[in-house]
Structures are given as C-alpha cells and as structure tokens.
C-alpha cells in the first residue's frame, strides 16, 4: 500500500474499484447474435391481424406466449416454467435469461432482446413476462433461446451442485 502525507490509499482505492465494478454490473450488458443461425425447427413465423398464441418447447422448458404484431411492434406476454428435471434435481435458479431473436428470412439473428431474466428463484415457480419490443426490418419470425445456472443448495450429501443450461442460436461456420 502507498502512503501520502501518512495516509493510506489502498482501502481508497479498492472501495473505489468496487464501486466502479458495481456500477458497471448494473449498467446491463446488451448481448446480440447478430448473424447467428437459429433450428428451424424453434421458429415461431410473425403474423398480423389478431393476438397469436402458442407454447415455445425446448428440452424440459416450456413457454407459454401470446403476441400481437405490427410492421414496427411486437407485445409479447405468457408465462415461463420448468420441467420435472430442474424440480427434481435443484432447488434453486440461480440465474435465467430468456430471449427473444428477431430472424430474417435465412433465419439469421437481425436482434436479441432481453426478454425474461431472473435471479434466485426457485425452479418450480412460474415467471411472468409482458414486453413491448420494437421489431427490426426485415424480421420475418422470431424464436426464443435461454442460458440459465441451476444449483441444489444445502443438500444432504454436504455439496452444492451447479449446471448450466442454455440453448441459443449458433454462431455460423
């Protein structure tokens, strides 16, 4: 630690990096898959004239949506809820991100958007979503992809267990 004038500034400055990172942390970080190809087997087609609805599965995840769609909006509401495997096996979400990918029509990423995300909760509880997204052009559908960290807190084998699950469109050879 260095000292000026017998004060010491090492505490100083690792409160001050503290901050700092804390502050970046709450800024939000804006991930995009710009260009990355999306299974067309997830994808959802974009159509007027009503409220569409249907449910999004994918391994033991299930998403239950409803949407209204203009040429430059989208209002997408439902509910998100986990399998029997995550019940079983954990008691706790650590963290959930759920997003929504505009494609083009080669089923390309044109934007990502945030559309759930949650810390801490527990894997049999259901999470409610509402958003209104503004829809890039040339979108022509969309699917849903998520990346997640599951964990068993204070089991009885004296362990933490820890997965990842994510499933998200894939970067293009």
């Not at 759920?98 to 949650?118: E, G, H, I, P, W």
């Not at 599951?150 to 820890?162: F, I, P, Q, R």
Request: with cysteine; net charge neutral; glycine share 8%.
């Amino acid at each position: 630690m260095a000292t000026v004038n017998n004060k010491t500034y090492g505490g100083r400055r690792a409160l001050f990096i503290l901050a700092s990172l804390i502050l970046v942390g709450c800024q939000g970080i804006e991930i995009s898959y710009f260009g990355y190809k999306a299974n067309d087997e997830s994808i959802i087609q974009l159509l007027t004239s009503g409220t569409r609805q249907g449910v999004w599965n994918k391994d033991d995840i299930a998403l239950n949506y409803q949407y209204d769609y203009t040429d430059s909006a989208l209002n997408i509401s439902g509910a998100l809820a986990l399998g029997t495997y995550y019940d079983i096996n954990f008691n706790l979400i650590r963290s959930l991100d759920v997003y929504l990918f505009f494609l083009d029509t080669n089923s390309r990423v044109l934007k990502t958007a945030l559309l759930v995300q949650s810390l801490g909760h527990r894997p049999d509880q259901p999470l409610a979503f509402a958003k209104k997204l503004s829809v890039p052009a040339g979108s022509r559908s969309f699917t849903l992809g998520y990346l997640g960290e599951a964990t068993e807190v204070g089991s009885m084998k004296g362990t933490n267990s820890l997965e990842f699950f994510y499933n998200l469109p894939q970067q293009p050879h």
